[in-house]
């Protein structure tokens, strides 16, 4: 016979009240489903880690895209001025130009403004 620790117990008014969390199941079944509950937790946070890798990858992409034509790191609606005030363009509008299509799609997902129209009245 298996002695149990009585560190897994506690006594309430005269009973011993189980406090190991979660309580341990010695059924061949309950095992197997906590493994693959264990297996699909370890899945998703897999996942969401991945993802979250993905997101930081895009955001530097568009960081840099930003830096590299002179806009706002920082605000993806916010006008390049250039002509001493006369033109002003947008990261959306300098992505479309050069038809880089992906970044396009990057600048969208992170909340660039499509609407926004430069000097000419012309919207991306």
């Known amino acids: 016979m298996q002695v149990i620790e009585d560190s897994c117990f506690e006594q ?12 341990v199941s010695l059924l061949k079944g309950d095992i197997v489903v906590a493994e693959r509950l264990k297996q699909i937790r370890q899945r998703r946070k897999e996942r969401e880690e991945l ?19 002179n806009f706002d790191k920082e ?18 509008q300098r992505a479309v130009k050069d038809e880089n299509m992906d970044m396009v799609r990057l600048l969208l997902r992170f909340g660039a403004d499509p609407q926004v129209k430069d000097m000419s009245a012309i919207s991306s």
């Open 51 to 69: 993802k979250r890798r993905r997101q930081e990858k895009n955001l530097a992409l568009v960081r840099d895209f930003l830096a590299s034509n």
């Open 12 to 23: 309430v008014g005269g009973r011993c009240k189980l406090k190991c969390d979660p309580p």
């Open 75 to 92: 605000d993806l609606n916010a006008p390049k001025v250039e002509c001493f005030g006369l033109r002003k363009c947008y990261p959306l």
